[in-house]
């Protein structure tokens, strides 16, 4: 999964440039006022600053390609997980879930260790959609760089250039509701990001078509769109209900579901 949306630590180095500036006349003034124990602290603030100075300048220097978030393609393949990558990702994502995954193994789909990774990493923002059927809708790219409209989307199967099908069509949720309605759950979470910047105008009527149809048929739908991709994915892997949609980031997803005891709804 790329997002070119994954948050880095002080993006405007304008505004960093302005904390440092008057940090230093602060430290100035305390050191003529005799003030040692907030000089200190001053300069602690100097250094951390100067440290995300660095490291901003650092990560502008990548290429957009290089600063896409692919966190299932981290997880699943040496060939993704390059020496210079390697580097590179504690670098652009810290604090990642890719980034950890590539620290604690080379090992290809080590699903046991992504458990471990997300539920060290679940919280109350996580937990709050235990009780939801949660349905991942494959969008940006793969919808908006093609030449289909939204309705040839939703009512065809259309692959994608590289001749895999990442978006499903309005009968596919057709049938996945018929095995919906054998559960009490009526609240559904649509979880969708947009890969590439852009107009993403396709994608977005996309997914308020496919909210509309579930509204239809009495569900209450919320949709989060476009956050973090760590916390999407740690929402997703620990659904009681999991919709996929096509690709190697909602399989990832479905088979981590699985071996948690969790319900994957197909056809």
Same mark, same amino acid.
């Given at each position: 999964?790329?997002r070119?949306?994954?948050?880095?630590?002080y993006k405007?180095?304008n505004?960093?440039?302005n =904390?440092?500036?008057?940090?230093?006349?602060t430290l100035?003034?305390?050191?003529?006022?005799n003030k040692?124990?907030?000089c200190i602290i001053?300069l602690?603030? !100097?250094? !951390?600053?100067?440290w995300?100075?660095?490291?901003?300048?650092l990560?502008?220097?990548?290429?957009?390609?290089e600063?896409?978030?692919r966190?299932?393609?981290?997880i699943?393949s040496?060939?993704?997980?390059?020496n210079?990558?390697?580097?590179?990702?504690p670098?652009i994502?810290?604090?990642s879930?890719?980034?950890e995954?590539?620290?604690?193994t080379?090992?290809?789909?080590d699903?046991?260790l992504v458990?471990?990774?997300?539920?060290?990493?679940?919280?109350?923002i *996580?937990?709050?959609y235990?009780n939801y059927?949660?349905? *991942?809708?494959r969008?940006?790219d793969?919808?908006d760089k093609?030449?289909?409209?939204v309705?040839?989307f939703? +009512?065809?199967?259309i692959?994608?250039?590289? +001749?895999i099908?990442?978006?499903?069509?309005?009968?596919?949720?057709?049938?996945?509701?018929?095995k919906?309605e054998k559960?009490?759950?009526?609240?559904?979470?649509? =979880?969708s990001?947009f *890969?590439h910047?852009g107009? *993403?105008l396709?994608? =977005?009527e996309?997914?308020?078509?496919?909210?509309g149809?579930?509204?239809?048929?009495y569900y209450?739908?919320?949709?989060?769109?476009?956050?973090?991709p760590d916390?999407d994915f740690?929402i997703?892997?620990?659904?009681k209900?999991?919709v996929k949609s096509g690709g190697?980031?909602?399989?990832?997803?479905?088979?981590i579901?699985e071996?948690?005891?969790?319900n994957?709804?197909?056809?």
């Amino acid at each position: 999964m790329k997002r070119t949306n994954k948050k880095l630590i002080y993006k405007n180095k304008n505004f960093l440039l302005n =904390i440092f500036y008057n940090k230093m006349k602060t430290l100035l003034k305390l050191v003529k006022n005799n003030k040692i124990f907030y000089c200190i602290i001053c300069l602690i603030s !100097i250094l !951390i600053l100067i440290w995300s100075l660095s490291r901003n300048n650092l990560v502008e220097k990548f290429t957009d390609s290089e600063k896409d978030y692919r966190l299932a393609d981290m997880i699943k393949s040496k060939k993704f997980r390059t020496n210079e990558l390697k580097k590179k990702y504690p670098i652009i994502f810290p604090n990642s879930i890719a980034t950890e995954y590539m620290k604690r193994t080379d090992e290809d789909n080590d699903l046991d260790l992504v458990i471990d990774i997300i539920d060290k990493r679940k919280t109350d923002i *996580h937990k709050r959609y235990n009780n939801y059927i949660i349905i *991942h809708l494959r969008t940006g790219d793969v919808i908006d760089k093609t030449n289909y409209s939204v309705d040839d989307f939703l +009512n065809k199967n259309i692959k994608y250039e590289n +001749n895999i099908q990442y978006v499903y069509p309005l009968s596919y949720y057709k049938k996945i509701l018929e095995k919906l309605e054998k559960n009490n759950i009526k609240n559904i979470l649509l =979880i969708s990001g947009f *890969h590439h910047k852009g107009n *993403h105008l396709k994608s =977005i009527e996309y997914i308020d078509r496919i909210k509309g149809f579930f509204e239809d048929n009495y569900y209450k739908v919320e949709k989060r769109i476009n956050n973090d991709p760590d916390d999407d994915f740690i929402i997703m892997c620990n659904s009681k209900y999991f919709v996929k949609s096509g690709g190697g980031f909602s399989r990832m997803i479905s088979n981590i579901i699985e071996k948690k005891g969790k319900n994957v709804i197909k056809l």
